[in-house]
């Protein structure tokens, strides 16, 4: 299991093959689909989390105190603060977790999307000719809008072009293009 903190769609193999800009782009696309539920679901979860957690700290703090009176003046003066901190940070977690989750599966559905619905072909790349695309595998024509596609999605991710290697002025030297003429042997 790979865990990320950051770039955390790198934490998820069937991403590797694309790179960091075409996966902050899949990344983009998934926000803007979700809309506000990239949001709402993910403020639920840590609400939700927090809340569990309130009531497990307050049976333990409660325990805590029955089974150690001699310590009850230390817990109870640190008791609100430590709660609070780890609350909030199991809070934080659960919303952080959960929105990368909801990423993820969006990047997911978008992916499987992009596909013939009668063969599985995978439809990346392809024309669109009048808001249709044709699948090259069983001829089957079919509507974007019937798949609840765009056509920026069948758009396979940008590939950098790599650069040419360096010429000099003179065509001598490192990066030189044209062959070069053998030397003459009759020295």
């Given at each position: 299991?790979?865990?990320?903190l950051?770039?955390?769609y790198?934490?998820y193999?069937e991403l590797?093959?694309f790179?960091?800009?075409?996966?902050v782009?899949?990344?983009?696309?998934?926000k803007?689909?979700?809309?506000?539920?990239?949001?709402?679901?993910?403020?639920?979860?840590?609400?939700?989390?927090a809340?569990?957690?309130l009531?497990?700290?307050?049976?333990?703090?409660?325990?805590a105190?029955?089974?150690?009176?001699?310590?009850?003046?230390?817990?109870k003066e640190?008791?609100?603060?430590?709660v609070?901190?780890?609350?909030g940070?199991?809070?934080?977690?659960?919303?952080?977790?959960?929105?990368?989750q909801?990423?993820?599966?969006?990047i997911?559905?978008?992916?499987?999307?992009?596909k013939?619905?009668?063969?599985?072909f995978?439809?990346?790349?392809?024309p669109?000719?009048?808001?249709?695309?044709?699948?090259?595998?069983?001829?089957?024509?079919?509507?974007?809008?019937?798949?609840?596609?765009?056509?920026?999605?069948l758009?396979?991710?940008?590939?950098?072009?790599?650069?040419?290697?360096?010429?000099?002025?003179l065509?001598?030297?490192a990066?030189?293009?044209?062959p070069r003429?053998k030397?003459?042997s009759?020295?």
């Open positions: 299991m790979r865990i990320r950051f770039k955390f790198r934490a193999p590797d093959k790179t960091d800009e075409e996966c782009r899949l990344v983009w696309q998934a803007v689909r979700r809309d506000d539920a990239i949001w709402v679901l993910p403020l639920g979860a840590a609400v939700l989390a809340g569990v957690w009531s497990i700290a307050a049976t333990m703090l409660a325990i105190l029955q089974l150690l009176p001699w310590a009850s003046g230390t817990i640190f008791r609100w603060p430590l609070a901190a780890c609350g940070a199991v809070a934080f977690a659960a919303c952080v977790w959960t929105r990368r909801l990423i993820i599966r969006s997911r559905n978008n992916m499987e999307r992009a013939c619905p009668y063969c599985w995978s439809l990346m790349g392809l669109v000719k009048e808001g249709t695309v044709q699948c090259p595998e069983c001829g089957e024509r079919m509507s974007l809008h019937e798949l609840h596609l765009l056509p920026e999605d758009q396979p991710p940008s590939r950098p072009k790599p650069n040419p290697p360096p010429v000099s002025p065509g001598t030297g990066g030189r293009t044209r003429k030397a003459d009759r020295g």
